[in-house]
Nanobody, 126 residues
Framework: QVQLVESGGGLVQAGGSLRLSCAAS????????MGWFRQAPGKEREFVAA????????SYLGDVKGRFAISRDIDKNMVYLQMNRLNPEDTAVYYC???????????????????WGQGTQVTVSS
């Protein structure tokens, strides 16, 4: 079972940047699709970004496209979410998730992910 631990959240002013990190406990995570999701107070958890296991496909929520970037370092068992030009609407708890084979039908679907981290809070002040 893969353990996922997020870090890098915090308080930032609008227009600023943060990089979230997700540490995976197993080297086999290189065969997993990886995703970032977020949940704001009073709202449902939503998809933010995902990277296919091969590294060939990325997917982003429309609101973050061009501002956020997902990447991974297989040698370090790490997945990252670089977040630029943050705005208060990006405030949420951000979760890292892993989708093991057999894979879910879509990178964007919450139900397709098998393992979740505990989340890291991102707060953007105006």
């Amino acid at each position: 079972q893969v353990q996922l631990v997020e870090s890098g959240g915090g308080l930032v002013q609008a227009g600023g940047s943060l990089r979230l990190s997700c540490a995976a406990s197993e080297r086999t995570f290189s065969s997993y699709n990886m995703g970032w999701f977020r949940q704001a107070p009073g709202k449902e958890r939503e998809f933010v970004a995902a990277l296919s296991w091969s590294g060939s496909t990325t997917s982003y929520l429309g609101d973050v496209k061009g501002r956020f970037a997902i990447s991974r370092d297989i040698d370090k068992n790490m997945v990252y979410l670089q977040m630029n030009r943050l705005n208060p609407e990006d405030t949420a708890v951000y979760y890292c998730a892993a989708d093991r084979p057999p894979y879910g039908s879509k990178l964007t679907e919450i139900a397709g992910y098998d393992y979740w981290g505990q989340g890291t809070q991102v707060t953007v002040s105006s």
